[in-house]
């Protein structure tokens, strides 16, 4: 029988149901899997109530001599990230990790840089199955009258500025380093969530409603079925080179049906736990893989349409 594997969960601040549902994944694969929450925190919220909990050097002290004993002692076989600061870290390390015997769960080094900068995201997917909102870097070269104010880089919701009229937008802008401009869009919003293998063709996808919104996450969330945007979801998750692993978008829907991608995130996300318990079997899946078991994972997997998420002074609730 496979040994059973050591799995790193980086970040884990307060993510115990997402742990919970990586668990559960993990144990699908070998009922002996033993999954090693980690912060840099050591009080993080979610340490007291894991299996196991070990603290997480700051990335930024960690060279790879230093990474490769951190998880030489711990025994670690894989590795989790769950946060988009540190997906840099683990892609750069990646190959470093695999040939001392620990596979990462992250996708290329170019996909995550493509991720994470809206300016890029947007020049590079502009031709997608469901493309990007227009991104630009002054608010003259969009014919909108209405603005969204970004920083570039980092978390979409970090010191946004939302409906802003153009003197709004600039002023706005002089309150980040580095700010992008996008035109208002209003709509109700939907996510979807994939895992893409290691040649980057999915399988399985899971749309959710993100019926509230907290902070940039879903505090409630419903699968619902749409074939054709499945479909086209698949194919815009596709188009982007080096994407690997979980995989979960955002989109908008206009008022003409029209949809337009906010964004991709290449990792796990906080609402997670409601497509991994829809039968999107991610963490099986990238375990068999790392075993060369390819043939055990469906190409089309079926996932649960009837369920749904809420989070209530924390806990994740899924019905």
Known sequence: MTKAPVILFSSLSAKISLYEQVLRGARMFHPE????????NPNCPA?????????????????KDGLLGFCAELGITHVIPTRDGELDFWARNRDALYKHGVSVMVSSQEAVETCLDKLLFHN??????IPPIPTVKNTDELGSERFVTKERNGSASYLIGLDLDAKEASDHALKLQNPIFQPMLK???FSAETWIDARGKCHGMVLRWRNKIVDGEAHESEIFDNPDWERRMRDTFESLPGLSGHALA?????????LSLVEINARLGGASPLALSADLHSIEWFLLQTEKRECEIPESPVTNKNLRLSKI???VIIS
């Open 33 to 40: 899997a033993k999954l090693v929450g980690s912060d840099s």
């Open 47 to 63: 340490a007291a109530k894991v299996e196991t909990f070990t603290e997480m050097p700051p990335l930024d002290t960690l060279d």
């Open 124 to 129: 590079q997917m502009k031709s997608a199955s």
């Open 187 to 189: 709509g109700p919003e």
């Open 250 to 258: 955002q989109v908008i829907v206009s008022d003409d049906q029209s």
């Open 313 to 315: 002074n924390g806990e």
